[in-house]
């Protein structure tokens, strides 16, 4: 799930 | 999740543990750059504001206290351990880095996905993260030929961003709506500072010598 702003990257 | 980003973020998290090692083990941080270590930790001060506010898997969060831990961890191993700071290369390591941090706050607050304090840092972070291991880059130059930790750190470093553009690739091709520009190009600039470097690492391991770096 992707979070609320967008970046689900590290 | 897809086996790129998973062997980017692995090969990331190897780097700041060889970093680690070789500090820990060594007791010394001969050939790394202060200021570097400095700029990562910004970086992942600024990219990680939603670590409390945003839950994204366990995985995520982990990774991201592991980063901001291990980065502030060894920025403060080389500025007070009494050993350790000793053999940090102070007249080596001038890179004015504070051009680096204007210049990437100035291009975050024209370039960014939402005006927003979040996106704003967030654009910064990346933008920084592309240029942060130019003071590295030129200590190893200035210093010559490198211990290989610290070459080993430098590669590794470089390699977690070459996996991230094969995952940009990936999920383009696979959803739908992926688009982030500003991390794609961000880290194609990233990984192309380290072209050199890979280039001059594979030579000295293709001729098992130690690495030289044009003065």
Known sequence: SSSINGHDEL | MNIFRLAGD??????????????YATKSCSGISLKTQELYAIVFVTR????FTDFISLYNTVMKLVFIGSSLAIVWCMRYHRVVRRSYDRELDTFRYWILLGVSFILALVLHEKFTLQEVF????????????????????????VDNLAGQYVFFLGAYRAFYILNWIYRYLTEQRFTRWISCVSGLVQTALYADFFYYYFISWKNNAKLQLPA
């Not at chain 2, 990680?48 to 670590?51: E, I, K, Q, T, V």
């Open chain 2, 48 to 51: 990680y504001l939603d670590l």
């Open chain 2, 10 to 23: 692995m090969t990331h998290l190897i780097s700041v543990l060889v970093l680690l090692l070789k500090i």
């Open chain 2, 122 to 145: 967030w654009a910064f972070s990346i933008y920084l993260e592309a240029v942060a291991i130019l003071p590295q880059l030129v200590l190893l130059q200035r210093s010559g030929n």
